[in-house]
Nanobody
Framework: QVQLVESGGGLVQAGGSLRLSCAAS????????MGWFRQAPGKEREFVAAISWLGSSTYYADSVKGRFTISRDNAKNTVYLQMNSLTPEDTAVYYCAGRLTRVAHTSAREYDYWGQGTQVTVSS
């Protein structure tokens, strides 16, 4: 049974930083592309960042480019999202997702596994 468990969310002031982690189990993590998505209240789920199976290719939404960094540690079956210079517009539930292929994608429809999400709240 595949499980993706996010952690690291919380409340932070604008300009602050958080590091999200997503621990995967029940899958061959190193052969899966991984992504982060987020959903704010009243809004659709949106793409944040994605990373290919070896981490050689990364993709970012324009809204987070230069502030967020996605990375992975295949030895630990974990993908990370380092978030810097946070703004209230980054407030959302952040979801980790896994894709049954080595190539990353920016569409949520292309992902096969999802975590339960972790809340990130940025105060002004």
């Amino acid at each position: 049974q595949v499980q993706l468990v996010e952690s690291g969310g919380g409340l932070v002031q604008a300009g602050g930083s958080l590091r999200l982690s997503c621990a995967a189990s029940g899958l061959t993590f190193s052969t899966h592309a991984m992504g982060w998505f987020r959903q704010a209240p009243g809004k659709e789920r949106e793409f944040v960042a994605a990373i290919s199976w070896l981490g050689s290719s990364t993709y970012y939404a324009d809204s987070v480019k230069g502030r967020f960094t996605i990375s992975r540690d295949n030895a630990k079956n974990t993908v990370y999202l380092q978030m810097n210079s946070l703004t209230p517009e980054d407030t959302a539930v952040y979801y980790c997702a896994g894709r049954l292929t080595r190539v990353a994608h920016t569409s949520a429809r292309e992902y096969d596994y999802w975590g339960q999400g972790t809340q990130v709240t940025v105060s002004s």
